[in-house]
Every structure is written in structure tokens, then in C-alpha cells.
């Protein structure tokens, strides 16, 4: 499966931002899905995962309750809506897909085989 990551921009701090990964290829609905970031300087870091189905979700601790992830697998896509960002929140943002298998931790890297190319956030104070 290929991913293409868009909706990045410079936004001003409060504000929001929606982010899309569009898939192709293989059947999109069949894999997890994931958002990570990398802000400059550090190491990326898990932002969200969505189940293939949709029906689940988790987040890290520093979004909750700002940033909801979704999907719609009728148009292989999988959103990022961000609101009251805050500089912190800058960085490149990358999509990701994993296989289903049992004890994967769609909160680890290396739970995910496929990745998009990075579509930048920034947020200015």
C-alpha cells in the first residue's frame, strides 16, 4: 500500500488543521492505520492509531482530547483533525499502516510496514 500525507501548513497557535493520508493499492480497509510525528531536533513519536475497522482509537497523552482521528475506507483515506495547536505541535507528520496481527502496539514504529512522506505542521506562537 502507498500513502500520501497532505494538509500541513503554518497555522497560529489555537488554531486547527486537518490532515489526510490517502492510500492506494492494496485494500486499504485491511490494514491499522497511524499518525507519528518528528519535530526538529527529536525523535518522531506516536500521535495516533485508528483500527481498520474505525471503531477504535488511541492517542497519545499529549493530544488527547485536541486531536481525533478517522477514517473513511470508501475513499481509502484517513484523517488527522487537530485543534488548540500549540507550538509544541510542530513537526512533520507521517501516516502509517500496519497488518493485523496479534500483540502489535500501534503505538510502536515497528508495528507499522508501510509509511508516507512526512507533510509538515508549524505552528507559530
Known amino acids: 500500500v502507498q500513502l500520501q500525507a497532505s494538509g500541513g501548513g503554518l497555522v497560529q497557535a489555537g488554531g486547527s488543521l486537518r490532515l489526510s493520508c490517502a492510500a492506494s493499492?492494496?485494500?486499504?480497509?485491511?490494514?491499522?492505520t497511524g499518525w507519528f510525528r518528528q519535530a526538529p531536533g527529536k525523535e518522531r513519536e506516536f500521535v495516533a492509531a485508528i483500527s481498520m475497522s474505525g471503531d477504535s482509537t488511541t492517542y497519545a497523552d499529549s493530544v488527547t482530547g485536541r486531536f481525533t482521528i478517522s477514517r473513511d475506507n470508501a475513499k481509502n483515506t484517513v484523517y488527522l483533525q487537530m485543534n488548540r495547536l500549540s507550538p509544541e505541535d510542530t513537526a512533520a507528520y507521517y501516516c502509517?499502516?500496519?497488518?493485523?496481527?496479534?500483540?502489535?502496539?500501534?503505538?510502536?514504529?515497528?508495528?507499522?510496514?508501510?509509511w508516507g512522506q512526512g507533510t509538515l505542521v508549524t505552528v507559530s506562537s
Open positions: 502509517a499502516a500496519s497488518v493485523p496481527a496479534i500483540g502489535a502496539n500501534l503505538m510502536r514504529e515497528r508495528s507499522y510496514a508501510y
Open positions: 493499492g492494496r485494500t486499504f480497509s485491511s490494514y491499522h
